[in-house]
């Protein structure tokens, strides 16, 4: 008998997952093992992540999502009162059940501010606040969770997509300003950047972001492949810059001469099928091919799924035409 796959990840016969962990292993089976109630291993493999702040961040909301994480966050922290993790993986969780509609932002918000005080150098606490206010809050209160995430560390993956996604939706009549000021944020945050940091693919995202506010405008077509939003000169220039970024630091054998290696980013995987997107809706099929070989299973909603489509059949259609292959 064929066993059932890992909790949150979705079988399928053409191998793509859709796994909001991506490709860190350890991570699956901590939040596959919470689920059903153990959470020793979630606890072991947050104070394993130390302040690898990109990491501690993903791992952290990862284990949050889970239906039931907020009883075993609450289980663990009756164990271990005096345990800022727990305090933390709480906090995360809550926030998730305020966007389900399960409980008060206000009762999440008041977790996670409780959580920074414990933990006053951990972005984390920080960015669960930036996805509450992303999604009910104001931008006054996107703009100070954002700022207070980079104040504890500037380079911040999550908090940086979080910020271009809101920043995106400003303006939604305004079709063809090329000064938009997502396009401003990205440009300033991938320039600002170290030269190996990930944050170099940030303009590819806001691109990305601005068609799924247009198209859901009904300013762009709702198929990307008949949108010109990624012909245009400024876009192709911006597609160019992060492909090349790719091309020199991306790979296996780490960053080249640079301290540390954007292949063992743990959302890596996220900018990889933004770049393909863009790459494919740009009409080069080799060069998306070449990063949907990278990507393998790890496919992630965002954004194929943009503006309202089926990601999996997106996806599958574009690796057909790049790939040969569904």
């Given at each position: 008998?064929?066993?059932?796959?890992?909790?949150?990840?979705?079988?399928?016969?053409?191998?793509?997952?859709?796994?909001?962990?991506?490709?860190?292993?350890?991570?699956?089976?901590?939040?596959?093992a919470l689920a059903r109630g153990r959470w020793n291993e979630a606890?072991?493999?947050i104070a394993r992540t130390g302040d690898d702040w990109d990491r501690r961040g993903h791992r952290l909301l990862v284990l949050a999502e889970g239906a039931t994480s907020?009883?075993?966050?609450?289980?663990?922290?009756?164990?271990?009162?005096?345990?800022?993790?727990?305090a933390l993986l709480l906090a995360c969780a809550s926030v998730f059940r305020a966007l389900d509609g399960k409980e008060p932002p206000d009762t999440a918000r008041a977790l996670c501010l409780a959580?920074?005080?414990?933990?006053?150098?951990?972005?984390?606490?920080?960015?669960?606040?930036?996805?509450?206010?992303?999604?009910?809050?104001?931008?006054?209160?996107?703009?100070?969770?954002?700022?207070?995430v980079r104040a504890r560390h500037r380079d911040h993956h999550h908090a940086h997509h979080l910020m271009a996604a809101r920043l995106a939706e400003h303006q939604?009549?305004?079709?063809?300003?090329?000064?938009h000021e997502v396009y401003d944020f990205a440009a300033w945050a991938a320039e600002q950047a170290?030269?190996?940091?990930?944050?170099?693919?940030?303009?590819?995202?806001?691109?990305?972001?601005?068609y799924r506010v247009l198209a859901?405008?009904?300013?762009?077509?709702?198929?990307?492949?008949?949108?010109?939003?990624?012909?245009?000169?400024?876009a192709r220039q911006v597609m160019k810059a992060a492909f090349d970024w790719w091309l020199e630091w991306d790979t296996d054998e780490g960053a080249g001469t640079g301290a540390r290696a954007p292949a063992a980013h743990p959302r890596r995987k996220v900018d990889l099928n933004f770049l393909a997107h863009a790459k494919f809706h740009e009409g080069r099929p080799a060069e998306?091919?070449?990063?949907?070989?990278?990507?393998?299973?790890?496919?992630t909603h965002a954004p194929w799924a943009y503006p309202d489509r089926d990601p999996r059949t997106a996806l599958r259609a574009v690796r057909r035409a790049a790939l040969g292959i569904a």
């Amino acid at each position: 008998m064929t066993p059932p796959p890992p909790l949150g990840r979705h079988r399928n016969k053409d191998g793509l997952t859709f796994d909001p962990a991506l490709d860190d292993t350890e991570l699956a089976g901590a939040r596959d093992a919470l689920a059903r109630g153990r959470w020793n291993e979630a606890r072991r493999l947050i104070a394993r992540t130390g302040d690898d702040w990109d990491r501690r961040g993903h791992r952290l909301l990862v284990l949050a999502e889970g239906a039931t994480s907020a009883v075993w966050a609450r289980e663990w922290q009756l164990a271990e009162p005096d345990s800022a993790d727990a305090a933390l993986l709480l906090a995360c969780a809550s926030v998730f059940r305020a966007l389900d509609g399960k409980e008060p932002p206000d009762t999440a918000r008041a977790l996670c501010l409780a959580a920074a005080r414990t933990t006053p150098r951990d972005p984390t606490p920080w960015l669960g606040l930036l996805v509450l206010a992303r999604r009910t809050g104001t931008d006054d209160e996107c703009v100070r969770a954002f700022d207070q995430v980079r104040a504890r560390h500037r380079d911040h993956h999550h908090a940086h997509h979080l910020m271009a996604a809101r920043l995106a939706e400003h303006q939604k009549g305004d079709r063809d300003d090329p000064l938009h000021e997502v396009y401003d944020f990205a440009a300033w945050a991938a320039e600002q950047a170290p030269a190996d940091s990930p944050l170099a693919v940030l303009p590819v995202v806001a691109h990305a972001e601005r068609y799924r506010v247009l198209a859901g405008a009904g300013l762009e077509p709702a198929d990307p492949a008949r949108s010109g939003h990624w012909s245009t000169r400024r876009a192709r220039q911006v597609m160019k810059a992060a492909f090349d970024w790719w091309l020199e630091w991306d790979t296996d054998e780490g960053a080249g001469t640079g301290a540390r290696a954007p292949a063992a980013h743990p959302r890596r995987k996220v900018d990889l099928n933004f770049l393909a997107h863009a790459k494919f809706h740009e009409g080069r099929p080799a060069e998306a091919a070449a990063l949907l070989t990278r990507i393998g299973p790890h496919a992630t909603h965002a954004p194929w799924a943009y503006p309202d489509r089926d990601p999996r059949t997106a996806l599958r259609a574009v690796r057909r035409a790049a790939l040969g292959i569904a």
